[in-house]
């Protein structure tokens, strides 16, 4: 490699972890240096076979993705993507499974049960929930 001292490519005085392990112990992750909020802990809600009204809420859950993805992004996007924009469909079912077990009353149930965020929740949160109850 040729070139001016400032553009010539520089040789790593280190090459790898396997012949200089000590070099890369400060890029380590201890669970002590994650920070964070509290963590809300989830229900344990068990598995269930959907009847029609189920099925149902399903539909009317999806249409109303749909219908928000639609209000927030272009149509061309929605076409390729649908109602997943707003609301994956794991969330979609965790949705059902809470609403199941009777479990989603507030907005603040909503933010403790699903992994959304705290904007997400106080955009659509009450939207969602008229659709659920």
């Given amino acids: 490699p040729t070139g001016c001292s400032r553009c010539i490519p520089r040789v790593s005085p280190v090459c790898c972890d396997l012949c200089h392990p000590e070099f890369f112990d400060k890029y380590q992750v201890t669970p002590s240096t994650i920070t964070g909020g509290t963590v809300l802990k989830k229900l344990n809600i068990k598995p269930f076979d959907m009847d029609t009204t189920h099925i149902g809420l399903k539909k ?11 209000l927030k992004y272009t149509q061309s996007i929605v076409r390729i993507y649908g109602g997943k924009l707003v609301l994956p469909d794991e969330i979609v079912d965790h949705l059902i499974s809470c609403t199941h077990a009777h479990k989603l009353d507030t907005v603040l149930h909503l933010l403790k049960e699903m992994d959304l965020s705290a904007d997400w929740v106080n955009e659509l949160g009450e939207s969602v929930l008229a659709v659920i109850h």
């Fill in 60 to 70: 009317a859950l999806h249409a109303w993705c749909h219908d928000q993805a639609v």
